[in-house]
Structure formats: structure tokens, C-alpha cells
């Protein structure tokens, strides 16, 4: 509790108090996109893209040659929810993935 000492116009002090707020943050996930021999770059950003629509082409390119190159990339980085959405739509696009929380 805050309390905010004011004074009333008859002088006398009012003690106000306030609640305070704490925000807590959820807790985030990472989606992770694992190599495959099977699928072409070209189809890996497109479908990066279009399952995740804030990457930019660039970004897109970049996590297929993290993924390419290290057998593991990160996709992008949120709540649970929309985490399980995104690896689950690259499942079914044929990619795969997986989510883990963010440490």
C-alpha cells in the first residue's frame, strides 16, 4: 500500500491510501526450427514468412541459415500461446519444430 498524505480545505490532513500494482510479465517462449534434409531454403523462408508474418525477408533468411548451419535456429521469441500456434503451423507445413521456455 502507498499512502498520500493530503489536507483537506477545512486543514485537516486526509491520508489517502492507493493500492499498489505490480505487473508481472508472463513467462516466454522460444520457437525453435530444426534442419531438415528434406526441405528446399527457398521453401524454409517462404513458409517462415507466411506462418510467422512479422519476420522480414531478411529475417526469414537469417533463421533458415541459423538453422542450416547449426542444426537448430530461433524462430521467434513470445507468450506460450502464440508460440505453440507458430511451431505447430510449421509442423504442419512440414518443418520441424519445437518450442522450449526462454531462459
Do not use: W
Amino acid at each position: 500500500m502507498v499512502e498520500k498524505v493530503n489536507v483537506s480545505p477545512s486543514g485537516a490532513p486526509v491520508i489517502e491510501k492507493q493500492a499498489e500494482r505490480v505487473r508481472q510479465t508472463s513467462p516466454r517462449y522460444k520457437v525453435l526450427l530444426h534442419n531438415d534434409p528434406v526441405n528446399s531454403m527457398d521453401y524454409v523462408v517462404n513458409t517462415l514468412r507466411q506462418v510467422v508474418p512479422q519476420l522480414s525477408e531478411q529475417d526469414a533468411t537469417a533463421v533458415m541459415l541459423e538453422t542450416h548451419n547449426t542444426g537448430i535456429g530461433l524462430v521467434i521469441t513470445c507468450d506460450l500461446e502464440p508460440a505453440e500456434f507458430y511451431s505447430e503451423s510449421l509442423k504442419a507445413k512440414g518443418l520441424t519444430s519445437t518450442i522450449e521456455p526462454e531462459t
